[in-house]
């Protein structure tokens, strides 16, 4: 029997993984969604590590992985991910009671989070490394808020 806490907590996670879906599938539609834009991008002309995902997820959501891994290398996990704890989450709530399964612990091992974290940020430096290569890095940090503060362009 889930406790009235678990069961808020259980609710917030279906909450955000089935938003997380139902964003997707309006973006898939054409529905632009403000408050996704990157803030680190628009002020400093730098992309954040999350960069790509939005779009990742969207190709996720269409069934076309080669374009998902190549908008961002984690969406389609993350897609994944957000469809098998949001059903787990919604099964646990429909019959009260605690379903063990794998990823619980895991989750949960900060040992894991660090790698997961540390390997995010090994991607994402490789791929500032190769923005900055192409030649578009130095200009879109320039053309931004904090380029044109620090340079007066």
Not at 3 to 30: C, D, H, P, S
Not at 69 to 98: C, D, M, R, W
Not at 122 to 134: D, K, N, P
Request: hydrophobic letters at 45%.
């Amino acid at each position: 029997m889930l406790t009235t806490q678990e069961r808020k907590q259980r609710y917030w996670g279906v909450l955000i993984t089935l938003g997380a879906i139902i964003i997707t599938f309006m973006l898939n539609l054409g529905i632009s969604i403000p408050f996704l834009d990157c803030p680190l991008l628009r002020y400093t002309g730098i992309p954040c590590p999350a960069w790509g995902l939005t779009r990742s997820l969207m190709a996720t959501g269409m069934g076309d992985l080669e374009t998902a891994i190549a908008y961002h290398v984690f969406g389609p996990f993350l897609g994944v991910a957000f469809l098998g704890i949001g059903l787990h989450l919604s099964l646990e709530l429909l019959t009260n009671q605690k379903i063990p399964c794998f990823y619980q612990k895991r989750i949960q091992n900060i040992k894991v989070q660090l790698f997961f974290f540390l390997l995010l940020f090994s991607y994402h430096g490789v791929r500032l490394i190769e923005f900055g290569r192409s030649g578009e890095l130095y200009p879109s940090f320039l053309a931004s808020p904090l380029g044109n503060w620090l340079w007066g362009g």
